[in-house]
C-alpha cells in the first residue's frame, strides 16, 4: 500500500513524496509506477495519492484478453506464411522482421499499437535505407491484417499512415551497365589463359544475361554442345540460417533455353578440358552427370559473394564505371537492345516475367541511338 514519506530536498526543507503501483502497462505488459515529489505538507501529499487512487479505482479495467505481443502475432502468421513461398523468400522475410520490424513493434501488445507508432517507425525505416522500408511496411501491414482476421485487432492502423515517398535526386541516373566499349575493356583485363575460369564466368555473364545464382547452379549437362544452348532449370541461392540451396528458378518465364555463340561455346569446351585436368589432380572426377560448370576448391558450390569479390578485384584498378553482378545481365539487356533485337525477345531470352525492368533499359538504349541519330543527321548536312 502507498504511503506518504518525509524527505530533505537538496536546500535541507522538508518536503513529502510517495510513489504508487499503477498496474500493468496494456501495450508493453510491463509495471507500471509512479512517483510524485515536492509536496509541502504531509495533508498536500495525501490528497494527491487519494485522488491517484481514485482515477485508478474508476478507471474502466482493461480486459485481459487479445493481450497478444505484435511478435506472437508474427509468430502465428509466420507459421501459415511458410506453406506458401520457397525458402530463400522465408529466408529474407524472416531477416527483415528480426533485423527490423520486431525491434520497432514485437514488444508492444498490438491492439494497443497506434498510428502514430506505426508511422514513427516507417519513417525511421525511410531514413536508414533507400527502398526497402516499402517491403518492410508491406509485411508489418500483413501481420496487421492477420491480427485482424483472428480478432487480436478491430482495424489495421498500418493502413492508415502516411507512405513516405522518395524524391527523384536531380541529374542523370547512374545505369548499373556497360555499354560495349566499356564491356571490351573489362574483358582485356581478365587473362584467357591464366584466369579462364573467370574469364568464362563473366562470358557466361555478359554474352547470356543470367543471374548470379542460375550462373552458379549450371551442370555440364545444361550445356548442349550440339545445339550450342544452355538450359535454366534451377537456381544457388540463400536459404535458412544463411545456408546456400539449390531451388527452381525465380519464375516461371526464369525457366528457359538460351541460345549460345560460336565464341562462347569455344571457351565453354576450353575451359572444360581445363577443368577436368585441374580437378584430377586434386582427386575429383568432374565427368559425372551433374558436375558443377562452377565448383569451389571442394567441388561444391562456390559462395553467392565470388563473382562479386572477382569483379571488383579488376574492376578497382581500372578507370571504369562501377557495376554490380546484376549489372551483366543488364549490360547484356543493353547489348540486346542496341543489336536491334525487339522487347519480346529481350523478355523472353532474360526470363523476365515484368517487362518493367526489360523497358527500363530499351528506355535509356533508345535515348542513346536517338543521340546518335541526331549526330548523324548534323554530319550528314554538313552545313
Not at 73 to 98: C, H, I, K, P
Not at 215 to 244: E, P, R, V
Not at 245 to 269: G, H
Not at 372 to 380: D, G, I
Request: proline share 2%.
Amino acid at each position: 500500500m502507498a504511503k506518504v514519506q518525509k524527505y530533505l530536498d537538496k536546500n535541507g526543507n522538508t518536503k513529502y513524496m510517495f510513489q504508487l503501483y499503477m498496474g500493468i502497462d496494456p501495450q508493453t505488459g510491463n509495471k507500471k509506477r509512479t512517483r510524485r515529489r515536492g509536496f509541502k505538507t504531509k495533508k498536500e501529499a495525501t490528497l494527491a495519492l487519494s485522488r491517484l487512487q481514485l482515477e485508478l479505482e474508476n478507471k474502466s479495467s482493461l480486459p485481459t484478453e487479445n493481450n497478444i505481443l505484435f511478435s506472437e502475432v508474427y509468430s502465428e502468421w509466420y507459421d501459415q506464411y511458410q506453406n506458401t513461398v520457397r525458402e530463400s523468400t522465408l529466408a529474407r522475410t524472416d531477416g527483415m522482421f528480426q533485423n527490423h520490424i520486431l525491434p520497432a513493434l514485437g514488444n508492444k501488445r498490438i491492439r494497443t499499437i497506434t498510428i502514430k507508432q506505426v508511422q514513427s517507425a516507417v519513417n525511421k525505416w525511410f531514413k536508414q535505407v533507400s527502398q526497402n522500408y516499402k517491403r518492410w511496411y508491406h509485411y508489418t501491414t500483413q501481420v496487421f491484417e492477420f491480427a485482424l482476421k483472428r480478432g487480436y485487432v478491430v482495424s489495421n492502423p498500418a493502413k492508415l499512415i502516411t507512405l513516405p515517398k522518395r524524391q527523384e535526386a536531380s541529374g542523370d541516373k547512374d545505369y548499373n551497365f556497360w555499354n560495349k566499349s566499356e564491356l571490351q575493356r573489362f574483358f582485356d583485363h581478365i587473362d584467357k589463359d591464366k584466369e579462364l575460369e573467370r574469364f568464362t564466368l563473366f562470358r557466361i555473364l555478359a554474352f547470356t544475361g543470367v543471374r548470379r545464382g542460375e550462373c552458379l547452379a549450371l551442370t555440364w549437362n545444361d550445356i548442349n554442345f550440339t545445339d550450342s544452348t544452355l538450359s535454366i532449370n534451377k537456381t544457388l541461392t540463400q536459404g535458412m540460417k544463411g545456408k546456400q540451396i539449390i531451388q527452381a528458378p525465380k519464375t516461371k518465364a526464369s525457366r528457359r533455353t538460351i541460345d549460345l555463340d560460336f565464341e562462347t561455346v569455344a571457351t565453354l569446351k576450353r575451359y572444360r578440358v581445363s577443368q577436368q585436368k585441374e580437378f584430377l589432380i586434386r582427386g575429383y572426377n568432374t565427368m559425372q552427370k551433374e558436375q558443377l560448370v562452377f565448383p569451389n576448391t571442394l567441388n561444391g558450390y562456390k559462395s553467392l559473394n565470388t563473382p562479386s569479390k572477382w569483379l571488383h578485384s579488376i574492376i578497382d584498378g581500372i578507370d571504369i564505371k562501377p557495376i554490380t553482378i546484376h549489372g551483366f545481365r543488364h549490360t547484356h539487356c543493353s547489348a540486346l537492345f542496341s543489336a536491334g533485337a525487339s522487347i519480346k525477345e529481350v523478355q523472353q531470352r532474360l526470363g523476365h516475367t515484368d517487362v518493367k525492368t526489360t523497358m527500363d533499359i530499351y528506355t535509356h538504349v533508345t535515348h542513346e541511338q536517338n543521340k546518335e541519330a541526331v549526330q548523324k543527321l548534323v554530319n550528314y548536312l554538313n552545313f
